[in-house]
């Protein structure tokens, strides 16, 4: 099992910034990828960022040039630094890592975070 702690969320004015943080504990062995995901009120959970455990990177369009998501190995933490953010980048926001072993490919979750973004 893998344990996936969340933390940096909170209210914000549009244009501004917040980091989120996550840490991940337990059988951190064979994480390929880590990422954040977010879901609003209403719509479905979609793909922010990840990143693999070499460094390679993937952003949702509606991101890029203004969320940078970034990896401490040695900590086991994924980050994601958002600037310029927008209302509509309001949700929760979920860490996620993908491991893979013989047995297969597991995707585990955080509790989620919450960033508000006040127009």
């Known amino acids: 099992q893998v344990q996936l702690v969340e933390s940096g969320g909170g209210l914000v004015q549009a244009g501004g910034s917040l980091r989120l943080s996550c840490a991940a504990s337990?059988?951190?062995?064979?994480?390929?990828?880590m990422g954040w995901y977010r879901q609003a009120p209403g719509k479905q959970r979609e793909l922010v960022a990840d990143?693999?455990?070499?460094?390679?990177?993937n952003y949702a369009g509606s991101v890029k040039g203004r969320f940078t998501i970034s990896r401490d190995n040695a900590k086991n933490t994924v980050y994601l630094q958002m600037n310029s953010l927008k209302p509509e980048d309001t949700a929760v926001y979920y860490c996620?890592?993908?491991?893979?072993?013989?047995?297969?490919?597991?995707?585990?979750w955080g509790q989620g975070t919450q960033v508000t973004v006040s127009s």
């Open positions: 996620n890592a993908v491991r893979s072993t013989w047995s297969g490919r597991y995707n585990y």
């Open positions: 990143i693999t455990s070499g460094g390679s990177t």
């Open positions: 337990g059988s951190i062995n064979n994480i390929n990828a």
